[in-house]
């Protein structure tokens, strides 16, 4: 008999563990799907205009199309192999390293110096915060209508200024030695507006008592910014490393409208040679390999830089 009055609380038990798992398990259930139906916008436009590309592109680089994008023949990996065998692809890879090289680190620079200027408490900064950030809010067409004004071979005001200082008239954009610096001149003042902001920001969520701490010690402006603030401002710095790598290899905009490619391939970065294979000589299917190519190249570079340059990020 109290065997039997045992059993049943025990029994009662393990119902009443049961019941609490299987509620457990169906709210849980109801968390993930409302999660996954606040997410499924996003989802639906990440597959129609990233992973549906990406999967087509990979088709296509297998096969050889017709002018107009239909597949005219399998030919496997014979659209890799020509194209690393071509001198374009190359070059375009030469000069899209030789634009990250001329673009990353000085725009990165210019905007540590702006947003170190600027982050002074002195009267009128904002004034100037407002102006260096101002070039964000500018298009990439609007920019190059700018900068073309500006390096224009008679009109412009450059070579206005290299006259006025008894200096020869540049070519700037038709010289195959000089193209290449000016649309990396340019493409510096149009990253320089959000480079700016988020060293500002980075510098802004530092806080003071560092500074006043290195003051203390005997540490002077330059000395305090250099040891205490640049290393305090390390993550904005890897992100924006980051992102301006990306951004140099997607460059085309300014490009395509100042340059075309030209002189002589001089600025032909690779989306250029990306743009031209597949929309100007209608090779689908090596512009879909380009392509590939690309984003290969942007995933190993992105990926050795979370691997080795990371480590020297100093996280607060």
Known sequence: MQEGKLALPAQAVRAHRVARKSSARVRRWKEVSLGYLFLAPSLVLFAVFLFYPLVKSLYLSLHLTDPRGRIAEYVGFDNFAQLLSSSM?????????????????????????????????????????????????????????????????????????????????????????MALLSISMMTIWMQSGFNFIMVLSGLQGISEDYIDSAKIDGAGPFRAFVQIVLPLLSPTLFFLTVISIIGSFQAFGQIHLMTKGGPAGSTEVFVYSIYKEAFVNYQYGTGSAFALVLFAIILALTIVQFAFVEKKVHYQ
Do not use: C, E
Not at 137 to 150: E, F, G, K, N, R
């Open 89 to 177: 692809f190359w070059n375009s890879l030469s000069v899209t390293a030789l634009f990250t090289l001329l673009t990353v680190p000085a725009g990165i620079v210019i905007g540590i110096v702006t947003a170190a200027l600027t982050h002074i408490k002195l009267p009128g900064m904002r004034g100037f915060q407002f102006v260096f950030s101002l070039p964000l809010a500018m298009s990439v067409s609007t920019s190059a209508v700018i900068w073309m004004i500006l390096f224009h071979p008679s009109l412009g005001i450059l070579n206005y200024i290299l006259q006025q200082a008894g200096l020869s008239p540049i070519q700037w954009l038709t010289d195959p030695s």
